[in-house]
Nanobody, 122 residues
Framework: VQLVESGGDSVQAGGSLRLSCEASGYTDNVYCMGWFRQAPGKGREGVARINRSGVTRYTDSVKGRFTLSKDNAKNTWILQMNSLKPEDTVMYYC?????????????????WGRGTQVTVSS
């Protein structure tokens, strides 16, 4: 499975961005799809995840601002980010897992994209 992110950009605080992750290859075994972010020198943080049934989970810092959805026909999942803050400025990665969707642990995800940069200026 290959994952390609798009949509990263530079915006002002309060603005919105829409990140997309397109999956290709053998995607039938993908059960959990998610977005992570990572600041320089820090660990990768789970932002949002969604399972095949459409159940979503978000980290507390983005609840009410970010929405994760999926388009099964296009093998794509989309992270709509609203009310962006300067602290949202980091590299964002999409990920996919073949097994459970109960955790943001990076070990639970088998496939990773290369990342897309989001920059929010104050």
């Amino acid at each position: 499975v290959q994952l390609v992110e798009s949509g990263g950009d530079s915006v002002q605080a309060g603005g919105s961005l829409r990140l997309s992750c397109e999956a290709s290859g053998y995607t039938d075994n993908v059960y959990c799809m998610g977005w992570f972010r990572q600041a320089p020198g820090k660990g990768r943080e789970g932002v949002a995840r969604i399972n095949r049934s459409g159940v979503t989970r978000y980290t507390d810092s983005v609840k009410g601002r970010f929405t994760l959805s999926k388009d099964n026909a296009k093998n794509t999942w989309i992270l709509q980010m609203n009310s962006l803050k300067p602290e949202d400025t980091v590299m964002y990665y999409c990920a996919a897992g073949r097994k459970s969707c109960y955790t943001f642990a990076t070990s639970a995800f088998d496939y990773w994209g290369r990342g897309t940069q989001v920059t929010v200026s104050s």
